[in-house]
């Protein structure tokens, strides 16, 4: 019986440690309010208190048995730091606007610039996935591929959901004070909010919703995953893939997400698309719908009526057991069979859409044990 009260008493101790952890972290952000949720029961895609998704997806499937759930594979990080390329910030921001640019800057996050306007893709500029420094989860690189500072005015924040590898709350540190506008997911704002982003300066929207700006248009679109940024809060803001629309081209941008029928609904109403990026990595079968394997990346960008995709959610981070140049050397191999085009660039690497871009092949297999 003392056993048993002394067990109780630390999960009791540890429980309440935790809770106070979580209300006194920033990095957590903030949960929507009721009358929040009370404007979004309105929506179709929440119910019961939790944003949903348009196809049945489970969190966690019972492919995998709770030993094979641990299990590793080799090669899971590069054998040594991967340095980006090195991007020349005003370069990119001044010359040639009236080009389509971008890079990627590992994991999801990309800079674009689209007819001089800056834009972020969930720039998770930080060292760690996560709101404490683990080990396990830190950045496979040092520093990024510019220096945060040289980017004086930045037009538009988007982002696809809440998650650690996507929202990351030391980046918005640096950040809010030069950005225009944020464009999220419904309820993100409040994450946003809570860090002192200005209230005027943010826009959310639901599936389906849009934003124009000079000639730009951003579409919020469904996408197959989850949310929440720590024990209490599951799905209480959305998830969702963005196109964004210029006369100069279009981008598709999937967040994270399973695969689904959204894709080819998508490509019908809002395709065809000249770069797709694409989640391609962190996948595992114990949660199958919320983020994709190679093969299912390249029929989602075939879905999507693409003429390049761009494999993503990799080259950063080892969150998933699978091998870390797995997802690239799967979509370089088969997407070919399928006669898809892709591009796989090195970090720090500038695209132009509709110009010459000289990849390297294979780069990665410089950073691994299995070149």
Request: glycine share 6%.
């Amino acid at each position: 019986m003392k056993v048993l009260k002394i067990i109780l008493y630390v999960l009791l101790t540890l429980f309440a440690v935790t809770t106070l952890f979580i209300n006194i972290s920033p990095q957590f952000g903030s949960n929507p309010s009721k009358s929040q949720k009370q404007f979004f029961s309105s929506f179709k895609n929440f119910e019961n208190g939790e944003f949903k998704n348009n196809e049945p997806t489970a969190l966690f499937t019972d492919e995998m048995s709770f030993w094979d759930f641990f299990k590793t594979e080799l090669n899971r990080v590069p054998i040594k730091e991967i340095i980006p390329l090195n991007v020349d910030v005003e370069s990119f921001v001044k010359d040639n606007i009236e080009q389509v640019k971008m890079v990627w800057l590992g994991h999801s996050a990309f800079l674009i610039n689209i007819n001089g306007s800056v834009i972020l893709l969930d720039p998770m500029l930080g060292s760690h996935a996560a709101p404490v420094p683990l080990p396990s989860l830190k950045r496979y690189s040092s520093k990024i591929a510019f220096d945060i500072d040289e980017l004086e005015v930045i037009d538009f924040v988007v982002f696809s959901h809440d998650h650690y590898d996507h929202l990351d709350y030391p980046t918005i540190k640096k950040i809010k004070s030069r950005v225009k506008n944020f464009i999220v997911p419904h309820g993100i704002g409040n994450h946003l909010k809570s860090w002192g982003v200005q209230s005027e300066s943010i826009i959310e929207l639901n599936w389906n919703e849009s934003f124009n700006f000079n000639d730009i248009e951003f579409v919020c679109l469904p996408a197959r995953h989850f949310s929440g940024r720590g024990p209490l809060n599951r799905n209480s803001t959305l998830w969702s893939s963005w196109a964004i629309k210029s006369n100069r081209g279009k981008i598709y941008f999937s967040g994270d997400s399973g695969y689904g029928a959204h894709f080819k609904k998508i490509g019908q109403e809002h395709g065809p698309f000249d770069f797709s990026l694409i989640d391609c990595g962190q996948y595992n079968k114990a949660w199958k719908f919320s983020h994709m394997f190679p093969k299912q990346a390249i029929n989602a960008a075939l879905d999507l009526n693409t003429k390049y995709l761009i494999p993503i959610h990799w080259g950063a981070f080892t969150l998933a057991s699978h091998s870390w140049i797995e997802p690239p050397e799967i979509v370089s191999k088969e997407a070919k069979k399928l006669n898809q085009d892709f591009m796989i660039p090195e970090i720090g690497q500038i695209l132009v859409l509709n110009d010459e871009n000289k990849i390297k092949q294979h780069w990665w297999r410089g950073f691994s044990q299995a070149n």
